[in-house]
């Protein structure tokens, strides 16, 4: 049969206006529910992040429309006796050419959100970014296998709709699960999303897809008349529970939205030496690049003239190339992590960008001590107010005071007291400010630091410090 009377004829095509209405509305409607198209096309901009998201609606419905037309057309096969009409044709080669128009809805259920979403941020995909695009078409294939044989072995009225609906069901529903963790991460709904800088790792896509195809391999083993049907088919089913069992005993170890990505691959554009400044050259912000820089190295200045014994690092990069926490490199004396481009985005009216001043404050001042990672209602707070006095007195040095503030109030407020320690801390950052000579503004700011360590209560045993030399302000 020709492939334009095969298409005349199929399933897929009566009923293409349903399926690409639902696409069309869950596209324009879902996608943008959150994110205002002005938003969308602002930045960040990751083609691999649009791709996996423009993805996550549409999976469940791909496998479910695509079983649900293969099943209808398995049972038109039957119901033609085609088998009959034409014994000596390859069996497979028949069933192919009949489920292509299914197989290819499933797969224009794939495609159009994402060619769409890719058309309006403008972002050419790399092979990478694909990768859920190629896994999601592997498994329609499958889908449509068993819908074949599903057609051939039930009544095709009630078995095409019963099994649409239940394929839609079964992965939209995987990622409630919790215990066991596994079909959140074998449904062949991605349950890991994919943030700035990212792309799936091999194993987080070819794991569901192997699964798919084990299975579809499997059932059509059975249902092939072949003269060895059952060692065939029994092989075929070890093959399909051996690598569903391999692959849950590795999913399980994965956790809940927590699959494997591989990070670190946006470009960057760096400007200046000593520091070097880098930042994401699709984050948003990158043409106020040598603003940030500026920022940056007159932050570090006032800081080294007020005394502060800074440890100028080699280059600073911004923390939007590792957008998840997880996977990002720790700072180090030499490189700097910081949040130049969310910082950026924020400027005030003067085009000054506070948010840097302060990010560079955090990274800048040191302690000789680790202090505890959070801070109970119940806490001694006098070595607070001296911590915070003399950060305080440093936010000043770089006029990053207002953010400074903001947090420490935000913190504050879990006290009984938080105003007056607030209060306290103002004042004493205000005494060391007032001081007349440079020397003794820096003896204070080094006693401050001092006092606050010597008087923080021993950590209990069990208690966490936080992490680095900067105690909680890192």
């Not at 093959?239 to 994965?254: D, F, K, N, Q």
């Amino acid at each position: 049969m020709k492939f334009r009377a095969l298409l005349r004829s199929s399933s897929a095509l009566w009923t293409a206006p349903v399926w690409v209405g639902i696409v069309a509305f869950y596209f324009f409607y879902a996608l943008h529910l959150q994110d205002p198209y002005e938003e969308v096309i602002g930045g960040p901009l990751w083609a691999a992040e649009q791709v996996a998201l423009a993805l996550n609606y549409f999976y469940a419905f791909a496998y479910g429309i695509t079983l649900g037309l293969a099943t209808w057309e398995g049972g038109r096969l039957k119901r033609d006796r085609v088998w009959d009409l034409a014994p000596s044709r390859a069996r497979w080669r028949v069933a192919g050419q009949a489920l292509a128009p299914a197989v290819g809805a499933g797969w224009a259920i794939l495609l159009l959100p994402v060619g769409m979403r890719l058309v309006e941020t403008r972002l050419l995909p790399t092979p990478t970014a694909l990768l859920p695009l190629v896994m999601g078409m592997g498994i329609v294939c499958a889908y449509a296998v068993v819908g074949c044989v599903l057609g051939h072995l039930a009544p095709r009225e009630i078995a095409a709709p019963v099994g649409a609906v239940a394929a839609y069901y079964m992965v939209n529903k995987s990622s409630a699960y919790s215990d066991p963790l596994w079909p959140r991460h074998l449904s062949g709904q991605l349950d890991t999303s994919v943030a700035f800088g990212e792309h799936y790792s091999l194993a987080t896509v070819l794991l569901p897809f192997l699964v798919a195809t084990a299975v579809a391999v499997a059932v059509a083993a059975w249902w092939n008349p072949a003269p060895r049907r059952l060692p065939l088919g029994l092989l075929a089913t070890a093959v399909a529970v051996t690598t569903l069992v391999l692959s849950a005993r590795t999913a399980s170890g994965w956790g809940i939205a927590d699959g494997p990505v591989s990070a670190g691959h946006a470009p960057v554009r760096c400007a200046g030496e000593a520091p070097r400044v880098c930042m994401a050259e699709t984050g948003g912000a990158v043409e106020r690049l040598d603003d940030v820089r500026s920022e940056v190295v007159e932050s570090l200045e006032k800081l080294e003239a007020a005394g502060v014994d800074v440890s100028v690092p080699s280059t600073v990069t911004d923390g939007l190339l590792y957008e998840r926490s997880s996977t990002r490199p720790r700072s180090t004396a030499s490189t700097w992590w910081l949040p130049l481009t969310a910082q950026a985005e924020t400027a005030g009216p003067d085009g000054r960008i506070a948010g840097i001043r302060y990010a560079v404050l955090l990274s800048s001042v040191t302690f000789p001590c680790s202090f505890p990672a959070t801070i109970t209602s119940d806490a001694p707070t006098a070595w607070i107010i001296n911590r915070d006095a003399a950060m305080l007195w440093a936010a000043y040095t770089v006029d990053a005071q207002d953010p400074y503030l903001r947090w420490r109030s935000g913190e504050y407020a879990q006290f009984a007291n938080g105003a007056e320690v607030l209060a306290k801390v103002k004042e004493r950052a205000a005494k060391g400010r007032a001081l007349p000579t440079a020397a003794q503004r820096t003896a204070w700011f080094e006693q401050e630091k001092a006092k606050a360590c010597r008087d923080m209560p021993k950590r209990p045993a069990g208690v966490p410090a936080a992490t680095g030399p900067r105690g909680e302000d890192s």
